[in-house]
């Protein structure tokens, strides 16, 4: 083993056990070189699971996680990637056969229980534990050598950047790496070869948060922070995509993080800069390929001359690094598709997947969950543990001898309660694993919809090599095929594309979300197909709706967005809505009783709120100054919500939208006291 290679030590026992062994084996370390995940704190930098995330970007010579609850898929990939070369993972676990469900709780979805939750994730994890060349048990853990070590492979990079940036001529450049690759050190040391060769350009550095720029400025600056001020600078997505001040030189980091169309707006407002966008492209949180899917795709399509980069060798750690290697086939992060180009359509067959088989199977798993990473950018870690574990999921396949070339992923969900119904309505609570009914009840306004079995669409995905030869109708239509529910349903970011697709199988639009993806710059679609009288009745009512409500929630989406919708995608939302009846009196009044009372979304009740407010605007001047800028701003002006704030001068976009229900409320008591 290098040096630089890093290693996993494992101890086993009872908590208390555990927790004294780790202090032990890092107590010569000093406090701020272990990070320690798991309570009680320690004299260490100390967080529970759910505060690593805030932690990314800095480095420790050993993390020490707590397993004894269970295992938290995304937070072993965070781990990993914080850990530098010559360091240690440190996992505290029960005793050998002992399972943990602690976190069962998290997969119970009604009407199951805990003895309906499998335990294949944590199975297959103990048997890649077992067989990892980075076990050493028995290790002496101490200092990491912090070396960062960069190569020709990086020097390559900075140089084909730096040439670009330092060029007078408009271009694009696309940078995509693993964690830990070097990409950030690489971005700022191409800008300070650029600026060394021409120091009057303007640079702007951009990500979806300051803080994640702070390596690029260290390595082009030697700035600790992201700098406000100079010729390079930090400057946000959005100032960059509507400001209109021209920069010689943009660098996005994370793109992946940021709307695609967003992305293109920028690219557009700057057509005679040098920009380079980069992206990690396979990790835990998230794969990035969405940004390679398709934003990348429309980047080659510009007039501008574009360069595609990458970084394969580790920087951080030794190349061919076991810990690596460990968990990224511990979490299925290097699982890829079949190698596959053609297919004879009369080999195809159809499967519902054994899931105990999927989690022995290391071939079929690799296949079908490397679908999954390629086709959605939201893909991480903790999905492979649901596919797994989840008692309402099941995984269906198409399959070309043998091989996996298409795959979806679905959820059970509906038949609840009338009491529960209820309650979800009048905003007393949400139900986990239920997406699409607490969708329908919660933000729709149908508590009906709750007692209808339904079955929801999570996940699906096609090999890379064979999209566009109706592989994904032919498995939607299997799914169809092996269930009776009331019905189908799907959500997912909308594209004209997507909509068409799901139309063409039979599905109807009946909700769009009052915000959009905060990665694909899309509003959520919630389509469903009716396979029953009642499910179809329900779908007619809520078109209804939908189609008297669309044209305002567009209206506000626009506002809200920091580009415009696209007119395809406007049209194709409006598409074959039907022309609802004009809304009584007494409906309108129903409306804004339940949306003053419960936990609709304005958006799903604009119109009836908007007109009911038109008709007493009079009423308005009972509210407090604070109230009546509100209403004043979103419901009569259709303002966007960073304006809302600004005029009703809350401190936060969240606070403002908060505190229009409470102001619709008070007018609302007001008129009808009245």
């Not at 707590?66 to 440190?90: F, K, P, R, S, Y």
């Not at 696309?174 to 971005?187: F, H, P």
């Not at 190698?339 to 088989?357: C, K, Q, S, T, Y």
């Not at 979800?424 to 709750?450: C, K, Q, V």
């Amino acid at each position: 083993m290098s040096p630089r290679h890093r290693r996993c030590v494992v101890l086993r026992g009872s908590a208390d056990a555990t927790r004294a062994a780790a202090l032990a084996r890092v107590a010569a370390l000093e406090d701020a070189r272990v990070l320690w995940v798991g309570e009680p704190a320690t004299r260490f930098v100390s967080v529970r699971e759910h505060g690593v995330r805030a932690l990314v970007g800095r480095a420790f010579d050993v993390v020490v996680l707590d397993l004894h609850a269970g295992l938290d898929a995304d937070v072993l990939g965070l781990a990993c990637g914080m850990i530098w070369g010559g360091g240690t993972l440190v996992l505290r676990l029960p005793p050998e056969g002992e399972i943990p469900s602690a976190r069962d709780e998290e997969l119970i979805v009604a009407p199951h229980t805990a003895t309906d939750v499998a335990h294949r994730f944590w199975a297959r994890f103990e048997r890649v534990l077992a067989t990892t060349t980075a076990r050493d048990d028995e290790a002496t853990i101490g200092v990491a050598p912090h070396e960062v070590s960069g190569d020709a492979e990086q020097r390559r990079v900075i140089d084909v950047l730096g040439a670009a940036f330092a060029g007078g001529a408009p271009a694009l450049a696309v940078l995509l790496a693993d964690r830990g690759r070097g990409k950030s050190s690489a971005l700022g040391l191409a800008i300070r070869d650029a600026i060394a060769r021409s120091p009057a350009q303007r640079v702007a550095v951009s990500a979806a948060s300051r803080d994640a720029t702070a390596e690029i400025f260290r390595f082009a600056l030697g700035a600790p922070d992201a700098v406000r001020e100079g010729a390079v600078r930090f400057v946000t997505p959005r100032a960059l995509a509507h400001d209109g001040e021209p920069f010689d030189v943009i660098v996005v980091d994370e793109a992946a993080q940021l709307p695609v169309p967003l992305l293109q707006r920028i690219t557009r407002a700057h057509p005679h800069a040098r920009i380079a966008f980069s992206s990690t492209c396979r990790g835990y949180e998230g794969t990035g390929r969405g940004f390679v899917l398709r934003f990348l795709e429309w980047a080659r399509s510009e007039p501008r001359p574009m360069v595609e980069l990458d970084l394969v060798r580790p920087i951080r750690w030794g190349e061919d690094d076991p810990l690596e290697r460990f968990v990224e086939h511990a979490l299925a992060l290097d699982a890829e598709p079949a190698a596959i180009d053609e297919i004879d359509e009369h080999a195809l067959e159809h499967a519902v997947v054994d899931r105990a088989r999927l989690a022995r199977d290391e071939v079929l798993l690799g296949e079908l969950f490397g679908l999954l990473v390629h086709a959605h950018y939201r893909t991480t870690p903790g999905d492979l543990h649901r596919m797994l574990d989840a008692p309402n999921l099941a995984v269906h396949a198409l399959l070309h001898r043998g091989h996996v070339v298409a795959a979806s992923v679905i959820a059970h969900e509906g038949a609840l309660a009338p009491e529960l119904c209820d309650r979800l309505a009048r905003g007393r609570g949400r139900i986990r694993g239920h997406a699409l009914p607490d969708t329908l009840i919660s933000h729709a306004g149908f508590a009906e919809a709750g007692a209808l079995r339904m079955v929801r669409s999570v996940r699906i995905a096609v090999h890379p090599s064979l999209r566009r030869r109706g592989l994904a109708r032919r498995l939607v239509e299997h799914v169809h095929a092996t269930y009776s529910p009331d019905l189908f349903g799907t959500m997912f970011g909308a594209t004209p594309e997507l909509l068409r697709f799901r139309r063409e199988l039979g599905y109807e639009l009946v909700r769009v979300g009052a915000s959009r993806g905060s990665r694909t710059g899309e509003p959520a679609a919630v389509m469903v197909r009716p396979a029953s009288d009642r499910g179809a009745a329900l779908v007619a009512s809520m078109r209804i709706e939908l189609a008297r409500n669309l044209p305002r929630q567009l209206a506000l989406l626009d506002a809200d967005g920091e580009v415009g919708l696209e007119p395809e995608l406007e049209r194709a939302l409006r598409a074959d809505l039907p022309t609802p009846p004009p809304l009584d009196e007494d409906a309108r009044r129903a409306i804004v009783a339940r949306y003053v009372a419960g936990p609709q979304p304005f958006d799903a009740v604009a119109l009836a709120v908007t007109s009911y407010v038109e008709d007493h605007a009079d009423a308005i001047r009972a509210l407090d100054a604070r109230m009546r800028a509100l209403v004043e701003s979103r419901v009569r002006s259709a303002h966007g919500w960073e304006r809302v704030a600004a005029d009703a001068g809350y401190p936060t976009v969240a606070a403002a939208m908060r505190a229009l229900r409470p102001a619709i409320r008070a007018l609302f008591d007001h008129v009808e006291r009245s």
